[in-house]
């Protein structure tokens, strides 16, 4: 079988995963791909596990130091040699169908640069994790469905970007845009390279016969924690900064500002408001540091596309919200 896919999986101390996900894919329907783990100098016997598992179908890139999601990602991307990459979280269990699904979705759209799959809870399956990346004017990010029943979202569908954990990627795209920001490390990077996509006229698609159940916070450890919460505070700083025009940060800057201010508030309230500051201040000190998407005219009306998605996305999760 031709091989059009490489599954790329960033590993950082997730030894107790691997066996569950590197099985999951063995028993995969479809066999067009090769699988590319790497490993950001894990210090929790990964190394072993990876050695042993090296073959012709099985490559491994030792990082030798944790250098982030994005840096880890992008090492895979340049290595590959095949028309799709496929990123997937270390903590997950793939359905048998997932990759051949993602394959199918993608090669037949080719203005698609990435599918979302259906992520599901590993140790709740009733409870969905992720039906793809919503994106709104408040500056926050959200998994679309996340907490909701596992059996809805049943339908494919447009998406703002996808989540990296589980989802393939049309590899010349990148040429394109630019790889994962490594600014980023870790976290919102998925957001930033579908925005840039979006922007330059791809489109990001939910493909829900691609099904995963994924652990969750396998590496980070828990769900809110200061690491995590310092660097999602800059990072979503970096994300409004470099993806919009002067014009749109300036009209959002109202609800963006409020956005930051009702996040303080809550972090300050599970004990992590001193973190959430800091990368808010951090974000706002080195954002002249990022790379931002030059601005052309002829893009404009996509500019106007995503404004009215970020409005549409705000409205329906404060709609969730109220439903809870």
């Known amino acids: 079988m031709k091989i059009t896919t490489t599954v790329i999986i960033p590993n950082y101390n997730g030894a107790e995963f691997l066996d ?93 640069f990435s599918v979302a799959s259906k992520m599901i809870r590993m140790h709740n399956p009733d409870q969905l994790d992720s039906a793809g990346d919503l994106y709104t004017v408040l500056g926050w990010a959200y998994n679309r469905g996340a907490d909701g029943s596992s059996s809805a979202y049943s339908r494919p569908t447009e998406i703002f970007s996808a989540c990296a954990g589980a989802a393939i990627y049309r590899r010349d795209v990148f040429d394109q845009i630019g790889m994962f ?70 009209l959002n800057f109202p609800a963006f500002a409020l956005g930051v201010l009702v996040k303080w508030a809550f972090f300050m309230w599970k004990g992590y408001g001193r973190d959430y500051r800091e990368g808010i201040a951090e974000g706002i000190r080195t954002r002249e540091n990022c790379r931002r998407v030059p601005f052309r005219w002829r893009d404009f009306p996509r500019y106007v596309e995503i404004e009215c998605e970020l409005i549409a996305a705000t409205l329906l999760y404060v709609e969730g919200r109220l439903h809870r």
């Open 181 to 250: 920001d490594e600014m980023h490390f870790a976290y919102l990077e998925d957001i930033d390279v579908g925005y840039r996509a979006r922007i330059r006229g791809y489109r990001n698609i939910y493909w829900p016969k691609a099904v995963v159940y994924h652990v969750g916070s396998g590496t980070s450890g828990s769900k809110y924690n200061s690491f995590k919460v310092k660097l999602s505070a800059r990072n979503s700083i970096y994300l409004y900064y470099k993806n919009m025009p002067q014009l749109q940060r300036v």
């Open 20 to 112: 569950t996900c590197f099985d999951s894919l063995e028993d995969q329907t479809y066999r067009g791909f090769r699988i590319l783990f790497v490993d950001n100098g894990s210090t929790d016997g990964s190394g072993d596990w990876l050695r042993a598992h090296e073959s012709e179908r099985v490559r491994v890139i030792f990082m030798g130091k944790n250098t982030g999601f994005s840096a880890a990602v992008n090492a895979g991307i340049r290595a590959s040699d095949t028309k799709y990459v496929l990123l997937l979280n270390n903590d997950v269990r793939c359905g048998r169908q997932f990759v051949g699904e993602l394959v199918r979705a993608i090669s037949n759209a080719p203005n698609v």
